[in-house]
Structures are given as C-alpha cells and as structure tokens.
C-alpha cells in the first residue's frame, strides 16, 4: 500500500512540475495606434512579440526607447514585432508627441485597464514580456532593458 502512495505522489508531482513548465498564453488585446491602425496580437501569430508598458513620464522607460528602436531595427525583417503599451493618463495629447520627437519606429497604442490587469497589474513600468511565436508568454522583465538584454532574450525564439 505505501509503495502505491508514494508512486502516486510521484506522478502528482511529476505532472504539476511538468504544468508549471508549460508556458502561458499571452492575453489578446485590439487596441488603436495615434492614426487609427488596430493591433490585434492574435494577428500576430508566427511573430516574436515584445510588449512593453511604459509612460512618457518613466525616465527608465524613456531610456530604454533608442534601444528598442535599434532592435526594431535589426529584427523586424527577421519576424520581430515590438508594441509599446502606453499608460499615459493624458493619452494621444502627450503620447503623440513624445513618439515623433523620439522617432518611435514600432507601434504604440494606448493601454486599457483591461489590459493592464489581464497582463498581471504590473507593478512597475517598464515592464516587458517576450511572447513566442505560438503566442506564449516566455519572459517578463521589469525595469530597463538595453539593447543587448533585449538580443539576448530574443534571438532563441526568433529562429
């Protein structure tokens, strides 16, 4: 009888390691960039995504942008597609321009508290989240991220 429990407490515990391995879906999100596109990450499928909730009034976040521009750069050919989430309270008014003076090269749409709360209520901007191309979420980082960072973190799943 013992040896059955112990075998069985075995399988349990195999199986739940074996769930906390599988990684999670990233929630779908529609939201609208400054001129009207919608992005839809479930239209996003077969991409590496980078999704990073950010302000303009976040001076890490701020930091971070000519990195994620350069990285833009570099990996959009090779299926990478980076989206700022903006949680900037004043929207568009101060978004836009920020974007266009920083030459914002992938696209920003504006957060939503639906969103923010199905992405975990992050407790920290930046906060960024690497997501597969099955749509998995497979890292999350808070804080600043450079440009190296970033490479690291993507190039496995780009290829």
Request: hydrophobic share 40%; charged share 20%; proline share 4%.
């Amino acid at each position: 009888m013992n040896r059955y429990i112990v075998i069985s407490l075995l399988l349990i515990i195999i199986f739940s390691l074996t769930s906390m391995a599988q990684k999670d879906k990233a929630p779908n999100f529609s939201l609208q960039t400054s001129d009207g596109k919608i992005i839809e990450l479930a239209k996003l499928k077969g991409k590496v995504v980078v999704v990073n909730f950010w302000a303009t009034w976040c001076g890490p976040c701020r930091a971070e942008i000519p990195d994620f521009i350069k990285v833009y750069n570099k990996y959009k050919s090779k299926g990478l597609e980076i989206i700022g989430i903006s949680l900037d309270e004043d929207g568009w008014t101060v978004v836009q321009p920020f974007v266009q003076k920083q030459k914002i090269n992938y696209p920003i749409v504006l957060g939503t508290l639906k969103v923010v709360k199905d992405y975990g209520n992050p407790s920290a901007i930046p906060t960024t989240f690497i997501i597969d191309k099955k749509g998995n979420i497979v890292d999350q980082q808070i804080g600043m991220l450079s440009q190296e960072f970033l490479e690291k973190k993507i190039k496995s799943y780009l290829n």
